[in-house]
């Protein structure tokens, strides 16, 4: 008995193994998926605007740091509560030559009633697919998760946000921003 016991531990063991070093580990870095690299070029999108502006594309922004927010839905508690403080300090972002986008997996009408009903300037993108959210690491099942990623001018990733509070967070999204530009200045 003790020899077959033996024998399941070291089958089991040698096809973790294998599975490890032939890569079908999943590779997930943070709640939703793999996240993209800091210092390496942050995933192109192309979504649906709330804005009229039709579609936005990140290239778009070119020559301009992006703070690109996932929440998971529109005029729920948490996710008002950080656009809202999104919307506080967008001039503060505006002075540092940052744009401030959020995405979810809601729909245009949706992005463009919460906008009206919080007095929000700054765009929301419809990734109604998932999509982008799985490019970004941030997508669970039918919801994108509650992520931050800061994009420097020339569209490489300089920093990403996993465990965030939505009352504070956009002060320390603020924070790190300044940092980053301190530093390539």
Request: hydrophobic residues 40%; charged residues 20%.
């Amino acid at each position: 008995m003790t020899s077959r016991r033996h024998f399941l531990t070291i089958l089991f063991a040698s096809c973790f193994a294998l599975i490890s070093w032939l890569n079908f580990a999943p590779a997930a870095n943070a709640l939703g998926g793999k996240l993209p690299a800091i210092n390496q070029p942050a995933p192109e999108f192309t979504l649906p605007t709330n804005s009229g502006e039709g579609k936005l594309s990140l290239s778009d922004y070119r020559g301009q740091w992006v703070v690109l927010y996932f929440y998971p839905k529109d005029f729920t508690p948490g996710c008002t509560i950080e656009a809202r403080r999104f919307q506080q300090d967008l001039p503060k972002y505006l002075e540092k030559n940052a744009q401030v986008i959020g995405v979810s997996a809601d729909d245009v009408n949706s992005h463009a009633e919460f906008c009206d009903s919080q007095g929000l300037k700054f765009p929301l993108l419809a990734d109604t697919t998932g999509a982008v959210s799985k490019a970004y690491g941030s997508w669970m099942s039918f919801v994108s998760v509650r992520h931050t990623f800061i994009i420097d001018p020339q569209g490489i990733v300089r920093e990403t946000f996993v465990k965030v509070n939505p009352a504070i967070h956009s002060q320390e999204v603020l924070a790190r921003l300044e940092e980053l530009q301190q530093a390539t200045s």
